[in-house]
């Protein structure tokens, strides 16, 4: 993951050090949490999760408590990896399907974190998993945003209900029952309900964000939550925007709340430290990782494949 390379490359080479060790002292474990400290530092990790870690690397280095069959290095990476695997979120996290149809899958975040893109990656991917996915676009902030969500859309060959004049793919049915322009929490309700109707099995609802944190728009975001009821609400989060990526994190949680996080461009090549902390911070879940612009530039996130890829 080139957001990680650079914190890859200073882990890797705080190990390489230890391995022509034999015993570690309490020094040599101090020194090493040192360096581990000022990489994650460097990569935007956010201090507290970054005191977290290491306090916990420190302790369970000093207690010694794994294999003997391993070498101090070996140890030491192994309790980083685990405990990287702890603060990227445990387990892998699959999505929620609703028991009765349709699965409503709601996305917020700021503006340009790759909301849009999400939409037509996820739709593409449920699609190959045998899915009827439609796309809502609820997002009537940008003039431009429910054409580019429709050619999302037609990109990843599944239909999107929006409001005129963006309404493409269903030519024919020229969304009469979709609600005028300037009422994102009916076209919310109306998508859904047309979901419903023309037996799609999910709906991933798009809706707007702004540059920068927002009243309006978090109580626009809540009220469409409360108003679609969804399964599941994912947070898309610019992997590269660095220490904001913690507050942007804690606003939205606290005002729309969601229930899992999807990290994009993880191919930037900033430092996406930043993206390490968003699950601590936030105790949900990470589960899905964008890696370009491209619709099969999509993963499912497991934390402990990250973590391997991070200290690879
Ligand atoms: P939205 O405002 O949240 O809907 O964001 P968009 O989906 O419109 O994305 C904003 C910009 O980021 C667009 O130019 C996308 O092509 C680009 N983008 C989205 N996801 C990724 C990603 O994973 N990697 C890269 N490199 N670019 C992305």
Redesign the pocket.
């Given at each position: 993951m080139p957001v990680f390379n650079s914190l890859s490359d200073r882990l890797t080479s705080t190990f390489k050090n230890l391995r022509t060790r034999g015993r570690l002292s309490e020094a040599d474990i101090d020194a090493t949490v040192r360096e581990i400290r000022r990489a994650l530092l460097d990569a935007d990790v956010a201090v507290p999760v970054v005191r977290e870690f290491t306090g916990a690397v420190r302790e369970r280095a000093l207690s010694s408590e794994v294999s003997g069959a391993l070498n101090p290095a070996q140890q030491v990476v192994k309790i980083v990896n685990e405990e990287l695997v702890d603060i990227l979120g445990g387990a892998t996290r699959p999505l929620t399907l609703a028991k009765t149809p349709p699965t409503v899958i709601m996305?917020a975040?700021?503006?340009?974190?790759?909301?849009?893109?999400?939409?037509?990656?996820l739709a593409h991917a449920l699609k190959g998993q045998g899915h009827t996915p439609v796309l809502v676009a609820a997002?009537l902030q940008?003039p431009n945003?429910v054409t580019?969500?429709s050619v999302?859309a037609e990109r990843a060959g599944v239909p999107v209900f929006a409001p005129h004049p963006g309404n493409t793919s269903e030519a024919d049915d020229p969304a009469a029952d979709a609600p005028l322009i300037g009422d994102p929490v009916g076209v919310a309700r109306d998508g859904v309900a047309y979901a419903r109707d023309r037996q799609h099995d999910v709906v991933i609802v798009?809706t707007a964000?702004r540059l920068g944190i927002d009243e309006v728009l978090m109580q626009q975001a809540s009220d469409i939550r409360a108003a679609v009821n969804p399964d599941e609400v994912l947070f898309?989060i610019?992997?590269m925007i660095g220490q904001d990526a913690v507050n942007t994190a804690k606003a939205f949680a606290d005002g729309v709340d969601f229930t899992g996080v999807v990290l994009?461009?993880?191919?930037?090549d900033a430092r996406g430290g930043a993206a390490l902390s968003v699950a601590k911070v936030t105790g949900r879940p990470i589960m899905f990782?964008?890696?370009?612009?491209k619709l099969t530039?999509?993963e499912v996130f497991h934390p402990d494949r990250m973590a391997s890829r991070i200290l690879d």
């Open positions: 996305l975040g700021l503006q340009g974190a790759g909301k849009t893109t999400l939409a037509g990656k997002d940008r945003a580019q969500l999302v798009d964000g898309v610019d992997a994009s461009k993880l191919d930037g990782a964008s890696t370009g612009e530039d999509f």
